[in-house]
T-cell receptor, first 113, second 112 residues
Framework: AQTIHQWPVAEIKAVGSPLSLGCTIK??????LYWYWQATGGTLQQLFY??????VESVVQLNLSASRPKDDQFILSTEKLLLSHSGFYLC????????????FGSGTRLLVI | GEKVEQHQSTLSVREGDSAVINCTYT??????FPWYKQEAGKSLHFVID???NVDRKQSQRLTVLLDKKAKRFSLHITATQPEDSAIYFC???????????WGLGTSLVVNP
């Protein structure tokens, strides 16, 4: 069975500090991977997606970047956090080559102060 | 660009009543329409989907209807229970590689 794991579960960070959020998918080869952001009580905003290792497409950057260093790993990061980065970050995966539902991780809740 | 519109931001029903959440989409090529549920403070999880080769799909108390002509799809929940209270998101496929366009979410409140 496939599993998706996001880390950390929650973070409180200072404005201007760096950030790195991780996502790992086990049990599925070459998945499509996605990063989403959700403001508190807000809508889903897709940030990035990746269909293969080393290839990441930006949808909305929000002064964030993403990388896929391994087939099963997706990283979201920034050098300098802004207050507006606060929110709920969700990683998701879907099978390649077919329209299918996404499976979401449990998310990382970020508070920037 | 392509859009998915979810017209109700909130929906309040009494326990036991039915709830209907409506979505419309713009991409005539959309062929896959999933629904997700987000309980308070939690992540999203998949609840039901429908593909464009059918116009109705049922899973227990959930039914999805698809009207391709009107580019409209809806989630019907019968015999609602308090645990159905959540935000429901609809989505539609666009292009290839499993890209989804999302609605803004409907907050369903089931009152005891």
């Amino acid at each position: 069975a496939q599993t998706i794991h996001q880390w950390p579960v929650a973070e409180i960070k200072a404005v201007g500090s760096p950030l790195s959020l991780g996502c790992t998918i086990k049990g599925k080869s070459s998945p499509n991977l996605y990063w989403y952001w959700q403001a508190t009580g807000g809508t889903l905003q897709q940030l990035f997606y990746s269909i293969t290792v080393g290839q990441v497409e930006s949808v909305v950057q929000l002064n964030l970047s993403a990388s896929r260093p391994k087939d099963d790993q997706f990283i979201l990061s920034t050098e300098k956090l802004l207050l507006s980065h606060s929110g709920f970050y969700l990683c998701a995966w879907s099978p390649t080559g077919e329209d299918s539902d996404y499976t979401f991780g449990s998310g990382t809740r970020l508070l920037v102060i | 660009g392509e859009k998915v519109e979810q017209h109700q931001s909130t929906l309040s029903v009494r326990e036991g009543d039915s709830a209907v959440i409506n979505c419309t989409y713009t991409d005539t090529a959309s062929s896959y329409f999933p629904w997700y549920k987000q309980e308070a403070g939690k992540s999203l999880h998949f609840v039901i989907d429908i593909r464009s080769n059918v116009d109705r799909k049922q899973s227990q108390r959930l039914t999805v209807l698809l009207d391709k002509k009107a580019k409209r799809f809806s989630l019907h929940i019968t015999a609602t229970q308090p645990e159905d209270s959540a935000i429901y998101f609809c989505a539609a496929s666009v292009g290839d590689n499993s890209k989804l366009i999302w609605g803004l979410g409907t907050s369903l409140v089931v009152n005891p």
